[in-house]
């Protein structure tokens, strides 16, 4: 038990400082269409570089970018929300099931508790919306909206 404590803890901590240094965005080009989205690498006078897939490498100039979003969008949030608690939800409900005492298999407990948790869990997920504070950039191809973007990027990575 104090392995897997130790180990849980480990994870976490090493989590922590990896997520602090990437920044996740969603390009968009000049007609509003979504071009790609990944974790910021590198920033140059007129391209940005991007890790998709957590080892792909793709390089965008920014002639062809026209608005740059910061952090994932509110879809995420209801997805993430109501798979941990429809997972937890079914977790519990498998572990509270009583053999001797119930007459259902214990899988329907386990799949009730599923039910129950996935609409519990988007209301959540919908609840933290609005404190995500995700940024938008409007580019489209202009030098000074560029280098504005570039500071945000060197800020947020000190």
Not at 53 to 67: E, F, H, Q, W
Not at 79 to 85: D, H, I
Not at 101 to 116: H, Q, R, S, Y
Request: hydrophobic share 45%.
């Amino acid at each position: 038990m104090r392995r897997l404590v130790t180990l849980l803890f480990l994870i976490s901590i090493c989590y922590q400082v990896c997520a602090q240094k990437a920044i996740f965005v969603r390009v968009y080009n000049l007609n509003d269409k979504k071009i790609n989205k990944g974790h910021v690498l590198a920033t140059t006078d007129t391209s940005l570089q991007l890790i998709t897939n957590g080892r792909n490498t793709v390089n965008l100039s920014i002639n062809s970018i026209g608005k740059i979003k910061t952090k994932r969008s509110a879809g995420n949030n209801f997805l993430v929300g109501s798979l941990v608690v429809a997972s937890a939800a079914a977790i519990v409900g498998a572990a509270t099931y009583n053999l001797e005492e119930d007459d259902l298999p214990g899988g329907i407990a386990a799949l009730v508790g599923l039910v129950w948790g996935l609409p519990v869990g988007a209301a959540i997920g919908g609840i933290s919306v609005p404190f995500k504070k995700s940024k938008t950039f409007v580019i489209n191809g202009n030098i000074e909206k560029w280098k504005a973007f570039q500071s945000y990027i060197t800020e947020r990575n000190n």
